[in-house]
């Protein structure tokens, strides 16, 4: 598994509420075969065991792709599967004692809303960040706005990656040009499209693009 900051131009966040004629693994395999170029697997729902199930599955799907796979929140499941590693909240586990669960070599992601929560969150270990918000989502209902000013002024404060997740779509990703980030995370963008190979494709040929934009 290769992992840069070019592994979070296209991130695939998963959501089961648009399976259906497809199970998960289908559409992940689609979006992979789209370009995505990061997966995190997030469930809030699944029983433990099956959720390791998929876990295990999608880990080895991803790794056939030589792309990241992460786990979200849930830290004995990114142990049990040996995800490449796991992306926190701010009410999760701070990044240094997730670091110290799963060990040095792993990947580990943590949401920011604020610069201070940007640069605790960097001293404390994260080898990315996931800013947003970036506009308003119906992903995640809670979610509070994070305006393009603050999201420069994190990627500015910062010497890590920072990805922009909430509410972004092939109509709206090139408004987040000369922002810093280095890819963008999407759920519904990917995974709610009749098409997710192509819904895909579009996604990255727009987020290259957006992140080339000087």
């Known amino acids: ?3 840069n900051k070019e592994s979070l131009l296209l991130y695939a966040v998963t959501d089961r509420a648009w399976i259906g004629k497809q199970t998960l693994i ?8 789209g370009g995505a170029t990061f997966i995190q697997l997030r469930e ?3 029983d433990d ?9 999608m880990k080895s799907l991803c790794k056939e792709y030589n792309v990241p796979f992460v786990i979200n929140d849930n830290i004995d499941i990114a142990i049990e599967c040996d995800a490449d590693g ?5 009410s999760d586990m701070d990044a240094l004692n997730v670091k110290k669960r799963l060990g040095k070599d792993k990947i580990i992601g943590v949401s920011a809303q604020t610069v201070e929560q940007a640069i605790i969150a960097q001293n404390s270990g994260a080898d990315y960040l996931g ?3 970036v506009f308003s989502t119906l992903t995640k209902l809670d979610a509070d706005t994070v305006s ?3 999201l420069k002024q994190i990627c500015d404060a910062v010497s890590i990656p920072v990805i922009a997740i909430g509410g972004i779509y092939d109509y709206n990703i090139l408004k987040l040009s000369k922002s810093g980030i280095v890819g963008i995370a999407v759920v519904s ?7 997710i190979k192509q819904s895909t494709a579009n996604l990255l040929e727009l987020a290259t693009k957006m992140v080339k934009a000087e």
């Open 1 to 3: 598994m290769k992992y």
């Open 86 to 90: 796991v992306h926190v909240g701010q």
């Open 148 to 150: 393009f000013e603050t």
């Open 189 to 195: 963008a990917i995974f709610a499209q009749d098409n």
């Open 49 to 57: 065991g099956t959720f390791l199930d998929e876990a295990r599955k």
């Open 26 to 33: 289908e559409q992940v395999k689609d979006s992979l075969d």
């Open 131 to 133: 800013v947003g918000a």
């Open 44 to 46: 809030k729902e699944l």
